[in-house]
């Protein structure tokens, strides 16, 4: 009996050797592959062609009927064109996907496999543009697994020429939410049904912190996930949430204005009330609310969206997360030679005090990953900077540049009108 085998040599990105027979059950075998630091960032890679070739193996024999085959042929083929699909995105990624691909294809059209992919792409994007920031600085690629189900990859680059911590982190992730987790949702506005005190659930997202040594380089936070959760009478719940926030030392308007505008364009595209309702809902989040102050000049924020669809939301939060690379990476080229003072480096040091502050007291995600079982704490504090400092009472001079950005950051400005 004839059978076919799929030689998917995944170059740089898969890890299998699948061998299917037209009598039954796939059978897989494991297919070692190399790995590597290419231009300055982690790169797997497999020995052999990129592409996926479909051969008949002459040791199997030829006599099966050619109707057979060609009755086949079409879902074949439209399978393989679609594992091809896959395995050319995971040639830009890092690493290779938290879930395995044979999984990924047989899952292609779930929300849970396009979120996965998604966030994969994106920390691909902003991890290659730091690095030829960085002058092509090597980043670390950590790969985790989580006991309790699922896994992540950290992707960090600490002490380089610009960047004195980034850190750009993948995590999917499932099980059953501890009981402070599912608290937490609930004072939400959630009903959450356990059942015998269980409620699974199933997360996924991208999430960075990037802390610039430079004072006049702002930090960057973004974070874009996806959640679903199963209720005891089998109702699944799901929702999308994210956001990029900008944390600047000092103010300049200019990039201010383009941090803006290249998020709301990227709201517009679906929506236009988007952009001024997580404008102010960032503004609302991101507040110090000990100190009367916010973190920085906003960005978007949003939570818990489950409505129109889980389509459209998709490509809203899509569209976003596309949008972190230009709302950026021009506003670090454009200050990358700015001189500076150690007096204004030690302001920075305060600035960051302020916002350890904030990630430790008030930020859900880092509640959130602190209070699931099996939680990688090394990646949930990868958002805290190298260094901060907190001074006893120290208040800037008024009229100084220092004081300039504390008056924004107690009266939030409309940066795009």
């Known amino acids: 009996m004839s059978q076919l085998v799929a030689l998917s040599a995944l170059s740089r990105c898969g890890s299998r050797l699948a061998l299917s027979n037209a009598g039954g059950a796939a059978a897989r075998r494991p297919f070692s592959g190399a790995r590597r630091f290419t231009g300055g960032f982690y790169k797997p890679f497999l020995l052999g062609s990129a592409a996926l070739?479909?051969?008949?193996?002459?040791?199997?024999?030829?006599?099966?009927?050619?109707?057979?085959l060609a009755a086949k042929s079409v879902p074949a083929e439209r399978d393989q064109r679609e594992l091809n699909e896959i395995l050319q995105k995971c040639k830009h990624f890092m690493s290779d996907p938290v879930t395995d691909i044979n999984k990924l294809l047989e899952n292609k059209d779930d929300m849970r496999t396009k979120m996965e992919l998604l966030v994969m792409d994106v920390q691909a994007d902003v991890c290659k543009a730091l690095a030829e920031v960085d002058g092509g600085q090597s980043i670390k690629v950590d790969r985790w697994h989580r006991k309790e189900g699922g896994g992540g990859i950290s992707c960090v680059l600490q002490d380089g020429k610009v960047f004195e911590k980034a850190g750009v982190n993948v995590s999917v992730v499932f099980g059953n939410l501890s009981e402070e987790a599912t608290k937490q949702m609930r004072s939400r506005g959630k009903s959450l049904k356990s059942k015998d005190g269980k409620l699974p659930f199933c997360a996924m997202g991208v999430s960075s912190v990037i802390h610039p040594k430079n004072p006049h380089i702002p930090t960057i936070h973004f974070n874009y996930r996806y959640f679903e959760i199963e209720e005891a009478d089998g109702h699944k719940s799901w929702w999308f949430g994210g956001g990029t926030d900008l944390t600047p030392t000092y103010l300049n308007k200019d990039d201010a204005i383009h941090f803006h505008k290249t998020l709301k364009e990227a709201c517009d595209k679906h929506d236009q009330s988007?952009?001024?309702?997580?404008?102010?809902?960032?503004?609302?989040?991101?507040t110090i609310k000990h100190r009367g102050e916010r973190r920085g000049v906003g960005g978007i924020f949003f939570d818990d969206l489950d409505s129109p669809?889980?389509?459209?939301?998709?490509?809203?939060?899509?569209?976003?997360?596309?949008?972190?690379?230009p709302c950026y990476i021009p506003i670090v080229k454009k200050h990358?030679?700015?001189p500076y003072t150690p007096e204004e480096k030690a302001w920075q040091q305060l600035r960051r005090g302020r916002y350890v502050e904030f990630n430790l007291v008030y930020d859900r995600g880092t509640k959130f990953g602190l209070a699931t079982p099996g939680s990688r704490i090394e990646s949930i504090l990868m958002s805290l900077p190298l260094t901060a400092r907190w001074e006893y009472m120290h208040d800037p001079v008024k009229g100084t540049k220092e004081a300039e950005i504390i008056e924004v950051l107690k009266n939030p400005k409309d940066w795009v009108h």
């Open 336 to 338: 990358l030679h700015d």
């Open 53 to 68: 070739v479909g051969v008949t193996v002459a040791g199997f024999g030829l006599n099966r009927s050619r109707a057979v």
């Open 309 to 325: 669809s889980a389509e459209g939301l998709f490509g809203f939060v899509h569209s976003c997360a596309k949008a972190v690379v």
């Open 274 to 286: 988007y952009y001024p309702a997580f404008k102010k809902w960032c503004d609302d989040y991101f």
